[in-house]
């Protein structure tokens, strides 16, 4: 009997307990909001060097990118990748770090590494890419990074990059035609001499 | 007193009519079309507060209309409309292995339980459709016809989900309607009258005249009502038929469209209802608390409306402050707890009123 | 009192239902509300990450413990680079090592946040929910800052981590330690003691010790039966051992030891035991050490093969390597937590109500990202 009204006492006061707690937060709303509103306000973008001051460089994992200027045809991404999201091919340069005009192909890195190899498919499916950031760490030339990495400055960060057609999620970094002109320019140089 | 209102107005503004039936269908219909109208327009009004409040509550801001183009306007006012369009635009479905009849059939049937009940209402002294001499246990009586509905549409859906809802709303229901009686059994005993608007007019006088401070046991008899209330309209922690994380959507599971639309309606239409049973009960109805002042016609229907909003106000509190019970707990809270605390209740009142009454 | 017995019916809760957790689905048959058998029916996540590792080298593996329990990734990579550096004998640096920990212990209350919260979404309480996903949030904001990932991190690599702590990282922690502490205590007075909470989780779903031994559960839920048994204090990895903290047990506070409620507060105060953690580990953290220092340049084990378990948010969580000298795993395999939690369920949610039984359900705080891996 001495259970039953107990039973009665601590529903009535447990629930007006939470009921309090509830209501603290329904007057406090405005202080304690922590949405936004998404179209119109957004998430601050991480700061470019987001508090790694001994190394100008910013981890927020965005998309990938390829300066395909800075880009050796090593293969080392493509291999780091676990799921086999980055198709590289690449041809034999006719000559090692020469400037190709015809293809806008630059033989010097800014590393200053000489080109041996011409890029001729770059393609990075980011439908299908895990985000685990494993392709940027050997890359030697430190040419491709997830936006906001050491090359920041060049590219914005944006999280917002959905497209309405699958096939626009794979970039294709080396320039179209790239094999074709590379043939054409190695048959003239062959004609020539 | 409305339609004889109206009835006596027509009559009398065209005198050369013989005939007056049409006179009496037209005084019928205004107020029912008047009353559909306010349904609606409060269902409106009680939706944009329920996602406000359960927003700030959960430390969100809820809808918000903002910058251009489409959206829900200022503070997100127009999140009901939207809403509301939604569903008159969404597809309606009907499962090919439902008994077709009775499914279509129950939301109407839902949605006359509830709006039948808004007839026998006071707004004020005047503003009521029917002032039936036998008020509060008309609407008793017709709040059940939610069960008959609920059941159809539980069973007709043919799907286990909704069969579960429908029987669980069902014995919930049946259940929750012996305690709510018995509260106002003792609101009864005081006023000496089952009409709504002589329950009311038994509190004149101020606050201290309301039946809710009239003796030490009526607090706890408006307690019982109130959650007997909560459970007769499905809300949390009573909301067992259409129990989400359970039943997925209990009884409405199969439904969609308009027909949803109107399984919603007539719940917040019954919240309304067990409000304005509970204020006429409890809270002085349509008096002013202040004895003497403010007590205009007008203000009679302010108070009504503000008193109601406040209860629909903490019903919506509890439901996004406390869980779900479970059916066997139901059942034991209400035949276990409020029914003995009910009858304890009545014989305690009468011990009272006889003593110091 | 005669029972009456009706025809039993046979009723799918799941793949797609609101309580499950992700795609599980349970074939319950009812009587009535009153569930006779439950028979769990897994796989619609399955993902064959275990075979995918054998085709991959032993750091792209990584990014493959993240996703199988995709609530508590750290604490996969930790039990991952724990069994890979034991294997490789590779000593790793004190930062590295605390910085982990500090990762690792977040990683927990995280987990056990939307792990409680989900759990009083079952029960019917929506608020709750909200007010502990608002929390996470907060801690995947630090997760953020650190590896640039909120759910998905791979950020302990074998032999080192791939980066250092942020500036600011401390100060923030501490920051957000200091805001959720009174979080929890507001949390347990909204919901862990409300009287409807506690009757509908108290005596329910009571999982007696020798059952929770012998299907091998582990985790919160085999210390919610009364079993003080943590692999932090009794087979201490990393360097749990220089930590205080207690290992709560269930002590059927409101019904019976084992019980749902029981399971739910051994994950509170577990919470309140990794925020202590986090605080020694943040206070005794060495300020300078690379976490790069002793990352392998190939990393080729020797043929053989380990075993090596780690304490995960849900429990055991164990890591199976085989290596045939190459630099791909021969087999790996993970024991799941999760799984052995799921399949205690028919034993201990049998005879109770449909409403119970995904109480019991949420109560084992299952992820099925882990349980088909």
Redesign the interface.
Known sequence: MIKYFTDIWTSITTILGGMGITFIHLIRARQDNVTLQYPEERWPRPERNIGFDHDNYNVIRTRLHVDMDDCIGCLKCERACPVDCIKIVTEKAPERGSDIKEIKHVGVTTNGTRKAMVVTRFDIDMSECCYCNLCTYPCPEECIFMTGGPNSSRHPLDYEFSEPDRDNLIYKFAKSGTKEGLDKYIGEKSAES | MTVDFLFDSLVSLFPSWENTDPFLVISMLIPLVATFGFITVYALVVIYAELK?????????GP?G??VGLHAGKWGLLQPIADALKLLSKEDIIPSSANKLLFILAPFMIFVGAFISFIALPFNGSIIVSDLNIGIFYILGVGSLAVIALILAGWSSNN?WSL?GGMRSAAQIISYEIPAGLSLIVVIMLAGSLNMQEIIIYQQGGISNWIIFDNPFMPIAFVVYFISALAETNR??F??PE????L?AGFVTEYSGMRYAFFFLSEYANMFVVSVVAVTGFLGGWQSPFSGSLDSPLMGVFWMLSKTAFLIFIMI??R??????????LMHLCWK?FLPIGLFNIFAVAIWTVLFG | MGIIRGEEMVLNIGPQHPATHGVLRLQVRTDGEIVSSITPYIGYLHRCFEKHCESVTYEQVIPFTDRCDYLASMTMNFGYVVAMEEMLEIKVNDRVQHIRVVMAELQRIASHLLGLGAFGLDIGAFTPFLHMLRDRERILDLFEMTCGARLLYNYMWIGGLSHDLPVGFVESTYKFLDYFEPKIDEFVNLLVHNKIFVERTADIGVMPQDVAISYGVTGPNLRASGLKWDLRRDDPYSIYNKFEFEVPVGEGGKGSVGDCWDRFYVRVLEMKESIKIVRQALASMPKDGDVHQSLPKKIKPPIGSIYKRTESPRGDLGYYIESDGSNIPYRLKMRSPAFTALSVIDEIAAGWLLSDVLAILGSLDIVLGEIDR
Request: charge should be negative; hydrophobic fraction near 40%; aromatic fraction near 12%.
């Open positions: 409040v359960s927003s700030f509550i959960q430390d969100k801001v918000m903002q910058g286990k579960y949390t922690p909301d067992l129990s989400e994380s359970e997925v509190w509890i996004w402050t406390v869980p779900r019970l479970r059916v066997d707990q707890v």
